[in-house]
């Protein structure tokens, strides 16, 4: 079987993140505190949040319950939270992180993200279904005028001075956006999370994050809830030679290159049996076989949300 020993990546901070991590878009209003709940006591300690999935205060709930009864202490756990395209001004940033942690409950967050690239015009916090957007009268989006990306930045650098965030880190950035933050950042960039699993592996991005020592989080390793990796008939028979569930092999696969692994479940077995996947071993073989699976296949195309080819 091929080696995976890391289980968490270490931060300019001095934190250590786990690579395996529970993710919170989609879970829905009312079933979050649940979920957020089954993954801590499956075992889950990273946990991957934004104030646009607007269920901040539920994933808090869920944190303050945690902690009463638990006796796991705030620093044993890894909290990541993002900054919304509409609040990209540099002292919008501030707030709009203020904001994650009154909701969260906590003092600070482990990791703040620049959730994309791309400053849209303020339109209120919280962030909530009504106000995510600013559209004019033609029904497109309203921009930040004037608000740069090294704007956004500045902002999160703030935010690490000021001790609401301890590391700092983007999303979604193509590699040429990437690099331009490298030239204008004080804090380096520690993470860039972008979407990759077994049927959009992003080799490239991949290799460009390595070369300039930024770690790689993958988002929607099982394909968020679409017609991809998880029905693949390659990834099911792996993970009948093995013993373990599509899902696993996905996510085991993931923790084997080396990035960090999100995925979502609202379903406590397949929570337990998703962090679980931590202890699947893939052969040399297996692995040469999902890494061929490849094809190019962007599960979450923000055309779809917002009609915006914001990967183009
Ligand atoms: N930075 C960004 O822009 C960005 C974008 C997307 C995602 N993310 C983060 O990454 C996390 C994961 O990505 P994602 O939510 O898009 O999708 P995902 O984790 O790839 O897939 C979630 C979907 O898979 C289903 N599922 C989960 N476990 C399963 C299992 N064992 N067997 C069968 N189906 C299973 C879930 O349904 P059930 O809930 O019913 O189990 C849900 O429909 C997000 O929650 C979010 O935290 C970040």
């Known amino acids: 079987m091929a080696a995976r020993s890391a289980t968490h990546v270490l931060l300019p901070s001095g934190k250590r993140m786990p690579l395996h991590g529970f993710g919170t878009w989609k879970a829905e209003r009312g079933e979050t505190k649940r979920a957020v709940l089954a993954a801590l006591n499956a075992g889950y300690r990273h946990i991957d949040c934004a104030a646009v999935y607007f269920n ?4 808090g709930q869920a944190l303050k319950e ?10 044993e756990l890894f909290v990541t939270s993002k900054v919304w395209n509409t609040c990209h001004a540099t002292d919008d940033v501030v707030s709009a992180c203020k904001q994650s942690l009154s909701d969260l409950g906590v003092e600070y967050v482990d990791l703040y993200l620049v959730h994309h690239p791309y400053a849209w015009k303020f339109h209120g916090l919280p962030i909530s279904e009504n106000n995510w957007v600013l559209r004019d ?3 497109d989006i309203t921009w930040a005028d004037g608000v740069t990306l090294q704007d956004t930045w500045r902002g999160l650098e703030k935010c690490v001075h000021l001790r609401l965030v301890r ?5 979604n950035y193509p590699a040429v956006a990437l690099m331009d933050a490298l030239q204008y950042a004080r804090i380096k960039p520690a993470v860039n999370q972008c979407e990759a699993h077994c049927y959009y592996q992003r080799k490239e991005l991949r290799d460009v994050c390595a070369r300039f020592g930024v770690h790689l989080s993958m988002y929607s390793v099982l394909g968020s809830g679409k017609r991809g990796p998880l029905q693949d008939a390659v990834v099911a028979r792996i993970g009948r030679e093995i013993g373990a569930t599509p899902a696993q092999v996905l996510i085991a696969w993931g923790l084997h290159t080396g990035c960090s692994v999100l995925a979502k479940s609202a379903n406590a077995g397949r929570i337990a049996q998703n962090f679980g996947a931590q202890r699947v071993a893939l052969s040399a073989a297996q692995l040469r076989e999902l890494d061929a699976l490849d094809r190019g296949l962007m599960t979450c195309n923000m055309v779809e949300y917002w009609a915006f080819p914001s990967h183009a």
């Not at 901040?56 to 994933?59: A, F, G, S």
């Open 167 to 171: 590391d700092i880190g983007v999303s």
């Open 66 to 75: 945690w902690f009463a009864t638990s006796g796991v202490s705030r620093s």
């Open 137 to 139: 009268d033609k029904g």
């Open 56 to 59: 901040e205060k539920e994933v």
